[in-house]
């Protein structure tokens, strides 16, 4: 839905005009010196370019802030006055051609003028060819190069602008491959890597051809152009080419692996082939080589719970273990906290599958399974080294579980990863693997439960009802003289956030630390409910009050929350 007055009239007669408005609006509001300006024109006159392009390309304006200008001086309102739910019948009113031509997106109709997105100023010339082409007069919305990039991809298709250079407009015959092929392939490459997803499932059916994304833990559907699946078979093709794998064998699983670079980063992208009743689904992981680990002020961590785990870490030996589901930022928490204890006065030997960060004045190990270097005897010859700090990336089985305690219970600090849903259930979790309770209750410093939640768009972000169950949960958490919200956030989804509504993901945490009372019920065999009952009472902050918290600070919305908690509240 648009705004509901029509779009005023631009109040210059020329971009001219205008530009020499532009230059003593930025003056009179302090973006520019006198001087600055007067030689930003002189330039604009030698170089033949617009003063707003020379403003971007030396880097004195944002475009946003440009686009800001712009928009107070013509008249022109700003992409955000529009709420872009755009009905499918207004993006039809513009063919594909016309929008990477002209670079437009269709947001509205308002009378007869139809709305166009347009990340600069038009000339009278092309305003009127464009109201030929599209057969009705067109009024704009100014937003910025990457916005508009985002609104083609999600309305028209990923890689739109290859995809209609293809032979006969896209009608090549399946499978026979095409030299544009590759470049398209690249295109949803360099589209995911910039959404930030860490997989790309792409997924032959009977009669669709689906690619999706992982972003933030969650998988959405990427927006492909219409006419894609008649080249399905090439485009897996050459994917399985750029991983060198065997492009005639469509009946066996293969593992390949590609790399890519992007915006001065390095990316290692691992590629799944498995055959499926319709063809080869292959999965895509992404791993970003750039990337650097997080420091333990990086986190997020609360106060508390900060001193309950600088307290654990500095015990001289014992067993502290991350748990959680997969993709709840183990790792991320446990190279954290390594990176804290790294220092001259420690020997620290690590054990991981794989190894995902340098650490100088680290030992690194990576488990290679086809040659029996496992977790378990690799921790075995650990051992043999003298190690203060051991870190062991997973407790997968008996053996290592087995191993990970005697060397805590030795003299030695053990950090792990262990896969349960809260802290109070790890004690179990290791007895179940054989471990005696005796040990596990003396081994067993603390226990850090994790999941991630993702942050809502700050520029999406608006309020949304509070349902009356979820206002009884609530108040189940929140002291009695502070009152219930009648309402919180959600994200409606935007060109920034790539209409998911929400931008990257923080952590919630749950800290159990050990203590003498809670050994003794670890050793009586005490069910995860009365463990955590203990904790609570002596300020464990479960992961649902932690999430709340979050909830409450419009950080995350309730919808998240729910996906990755569930309601488990200690009681008395």
Known sequence: MSTDAPTPPPRFRSLTELRAKLGAALRDGGHLTEATLRDLQQRAAWEHEALDHLLLRDGILSEKTLQQQLSTLSGIPLLREYRLAIDDQIIQLVPPRAVTRYRIVPLALEDRRLILATDHLREPQEEEQLQVVLGRPVGWALCTRRELDDLVTHFYGVGIDIFLDLDNGGGTPAGTGHRDIPAFVDAILRDAIQSQATDIHFEPGEDVFRVRYRIDGVLYAARLPRGVEQHQRAILSSLKVMAQLDIAERRLPQDGRLEKSLDDQSFDIRVSVLPTRYGESIELRILNRSATFLRMDELGLPAPQRRTLEEILRQPHGLLLFTGPTGSGKT?????????????????????????????????????????????????????????????????????????????????????????????????????????????????????????????????????????????????????????????????????????????????????????????????????????????????????????????????????????????????
């Open 332 to 572: 991320t928490s446990l190279y954290a906290a390594l990176a804290e204890m790294n220092d001259n006065a420690r020997k620290i030997i690590t054990i991981e599958d794989p190894v995902e960060y340098q650490i100088r004045g680290i030992t690194q190990l990576q488990v290679h399974h086809a040659i029996g270097f496992t977790f378990a005897s690799g921790l075995r010859s650990i051992l043999r080294h003298d190690p203060d700090l051991i870190l062991v990336g997973e407790i997968r089985d008996d053996a290592t579980a087995d191993i990970a305690v005697s060397a805590a219970l030795t003299g030695h600090l053990v950090l792990s990863t262990l896969h349960t849903n809260d802290s109070a259930s790890a004690p179990m979790r290791l007895i179940d693997m054989g471990i005696e309770p005796y040990l596990v209750a003396s081994s067993l410093q603390g226990i850090v439960a994790q999941r991630l939640v993702r942050r809502l768009c700050p520029d999406c972000r608006e309020p949304a009802p509070l349902d009356d169950s979820y206002q009884a949960e609530l108040r189940q958490w929140l002291p009695e003289s502070q009152p219930v919200p009648a309402q919180v956030w959600r994200g409606r989804g935007c060109p920034h956030c790539r209409f998911t509504g929400y931008q990257g993901r923080r952590a919630l945490y749950e800290i159990l630390e050990v203590d003498d009372q809670l050994r003794s019920l670890i050793v009586e065999r005490a069910t995860s409910s009365v463990l955590l009952q203990h904790a609570a009472a002596r300020g464990l902050i479960p992961l649902r009050q932690a999430g709340w918290a979050l909830v409450l600070r419009g950080e995350t919305s309730l919808e998240d929350l729910l996906r990755v908690t569930s309601h488990r509240r200690p009681t008395a």
